[in-house]
C-alpha cells in the first residue's frame, strides 16, 4: 500500500510539472501541439552508504604511505610494500669491494598536510618464499618485517612531483647482497636469490599521525629502463685497487613482482560504524548523508523506486532524457580538503542478485558514466556533478519494474585508489538536498485535448 501511494504521489508531482512547465511549441503546420516537459525529481530518491572492504591494491600506480583522520569517515593508516629484484647477471672480480645500498624511490604527492615535514621509515621484508607469495594482493594484506628500520627520510613541503628520494640502506642488507653477487647468484629469475631477499615495507613515522603522501611506482621494462622515476635498490661498489670511481647495480621493481598497498580504515567513533561488506546505511540514519571516499572503497548507492511508473503516464508523454546532479554538502570541502576532480556512476540491475558493488569485477551488464566537477555560480558557487543517465531511464522504463535498478556513486576506477578524497551527499530531506533528477519529455497534444 506504501508503495502504491508513494507512486502515485509522483506521478501527480509528474502530471503537475508537466502541465505547468511547456519550454517549447512545435512549429505551425504541425497535426499536434508537442511541448517539452522538464520534471525535477527529488523526493523519491534514495541514497544510501556502502563499503567493499576487500580491494585489490597489487601493482599500484602511486604507493601510499601515511595515517590520518577524516572528518565523519574515520581514521586512515596505509604502508607500502615492494619487491625488487636483479634484470640481469651480475658479474664481479673478487677484488670488488661494497661501497653503499641506496632504495631510490619518487615523489608524487602530500595527499594531506602539505605544508609540513613529517618522517617515513623503510622496513626489510623477512625472506618469503616465491611459492608463497600471491597472484593478487588486497587492501588487508601485510607482509612480516623486521621492527627495526634499515632506513628513513623525511617530506619536505618543497618537494615537487617525479623528485627523486635517495634512502640509504643501512645495517647488513647491502653487504649481504653483495655476497650474494661475489658467489654469482645476482641474476634474473634466480630462485635462491629471491627466496633471501624479498623487499621492503614503507611505513609512516611512528610521530607521523597526519599526513599521507603518495609515492610514483613507475615499473621498470625493457622499454622505460633508463626512465627516471622507475623505482630502484642501487648498489654501489669499486675496485679495491683503484677507487676513483664506484659503479652501480640495479635492482628494480617491476609489474611482474610483488607491490601492493595495505590499507587500514577504521569507522569507529562515527555514523558509519559498523559498516561492512553486504551492509548498507540508509541516509536517513546518517544524518541524512551518505558518503564517498576514494582509497578505503566507500561508496554511495543512489534508487530511484518509481521511475518504472512514468510508464502509467499518458501515452502522449515521450521520454527524452535524463540528468542526475549531485551536489557535495557546502562546507565539507576547501581548497585544503579539495573534492574529486570527478566522479563515476556505476550503473547497475544486478542489485537482486549481487547484492554489492565489486571494485575487481564490473560484471557484464553494468558501466561507467563519468562526470568532471563544476561550480554553479547561480547557487552561490555549488560544486555539482552532472550526469547522462538516459541510458538507465530507458533501460527501467523498458524493464518495468521486473528487476531492481540502482546507481553507485564512486570515484573513477583510475583514481579510486590513488588518493583519500571523500563526498559527503545530502539527501532529500536534507535542507541542502544534494541528489536531484532531472527528466526531459515530450507531451503531444492530440486532436482530442
Do not use: W
Not at 634474473?188 to 609512516?204: K, V, W
Not at 569507529?268 to 576514494?294: D, Q
Not at 569485477?361 to 563519468?370: K, N, V, W
Not at 583514481?415 to 541542502?432: D, G, Y
Amino acid at each position: 500500500m506504501k508503495l502504491f501511494l508513494k507512486a502515485c504521489a509522483l506521478l501527480a508531482v509528474l502530471c503537475i510539472y508537466a502541465c505547468e512547465q511547456p519550454i517549447g511549441i512545435a512549429p505551425d503546420g504541425a497535426l499536434d501541439d508537442v511541448f517539452d516537459i522538464n520534471v525535477l525529481d527529488t523526493f523519491s530518491i534514495k541514497t544510501y552508504t556502502e563499503i567493499e572492504d576487500s580491494i585489490v591494491t597489487s601493482s599500484p600506480a602511486t604507493f601510499l604511505i601515511g595515517a590520518a583522520s577524516f572528518d565523519q569517515t574515520g581514521a586512515v593508516y596505509t604502508q607500502s610494500f615492494l619487491n625488487l629484484r636483479p634484470a640481469s647477471l651480475l658479474e664481479l672480480d673478487e677484488d670488488m669491494k661494497f661501497d653503499s645500498l641506496y632504495l631510490y624511490l619518487y615523489f608524487n604527492e602530500a595527499l594531506t598536510l602539505e605544508e609540513e615535514a613529517r618522517d617515513y621509515t623503510v622496513h626489510l621484508i623477512k625472506p618469503v618464499n616465491t611459492e608463497e607469495l600471491e597472484v593478487e594482493y588486497y587492501n588487508f594484506d601485510s607482509m612480516p618485517f623486521i621492527e627495526e628500520p634499515v632506513g628513513t627520510f623525511t617530506y619536505s613541503p618543497t618537494m615537487e612531483k617525479g623528485d627523486s628520494i635517495p634512502v640509504k640502506i643501512s645495517g647488513l642488507v647491502g653487504e649481504t647482497l653483495f655476497a650474494l653477487a661475489l658467489q654469482g647468484e645476482v641474476y634474473s629469475g634466480n630462485s635462491n636469490f629471491l627466496n633471501q631477499f624479498t623487499g621492503f615495507a614503507i611505513r609512516p613515522g611512528d610521530d607521523n599521525t597526519d599526513q599521507v603522501i603518495s609515492l610514483l611506482n613507475t615499473s621498470y621494462s625493457s622499454e622505460n629502463e633508463v626512465a627516471g622515476t622507475v623505482t630502484k635498490l642501487r648498489m654501489y661498489y669499486h675496485e679495491e685497487v683503484d677507487y676513483s670511481s664506484s659503479e652501480y647495480f640495479d635492482f628494480f621493481n617491476s609489474s611482474n613482482y610483488v607491490s601492493f598497498n595495505s590499507i587500514t580504515a577504521s569507522l569507529e567513533g562515527t555514523s558509519l560504524a559498523g559498516l561492512a561488506s553486504g551492509a548498507r546505511f540508509s541516509s536517513e540514519l546518517t544524518g541524512n548523508i551518505s558518503y564517498v571516499k576514494a582509497g578505503v572503497g566507500i561508496y554511495s548507492r543512489i534508487e530511484l523506486p518509481y521511475v518504472e511508473k512514468l510508464n502509467e503516464l499518458s501515452k502522449n508523454y515521450l521520454f527524452n532524457s535524463a540528468i542526475l546532479e549531485v551536489s557535495p554538502l557546502r562546507g565539507t570541502y576547501s581548497q585544503s580538503m579539495p573534492l574529486p576532480d570527478s566522479l563515476a556512476i556505476f550503473l547497475t540491475n544486478e542489485l537482486e542478485t549481487t547484492g554489492t558493488f565489486d571494485y575487481n569485477d564490473s560484471g557484464a551488464e553494468q558501466y561507467f558514466i563519468y562526470s568532471g566537477l563544476s561550480y554553479d555560480e547561480e547557487l552561490g558557487e555549488q560544486a555539482v556533478y552532472s550526469f547522462d543517465v538516459t541510458d538507465l531511464i530507458h533501460a527501467q522504463l523498458a524493464d518495468n519494474g521486473a528487476h531492481e535498478f540502482s546507481m553507485i556513486l564512486t570515484p573513477p576506477t583510475s583514481t579510486v585508489l590513488s588518493s583519500f578524497e571523500q563526498v559527503q551527499l545530502p539527501n532529500s530531506s536534507h535542507e541542502q538536498g544534494g541528489v536531484k533528477l532531472k527528466l526531459y519529455m515530450t507531451k503531444v497534444l492530440t486532436d482530442y485535448e
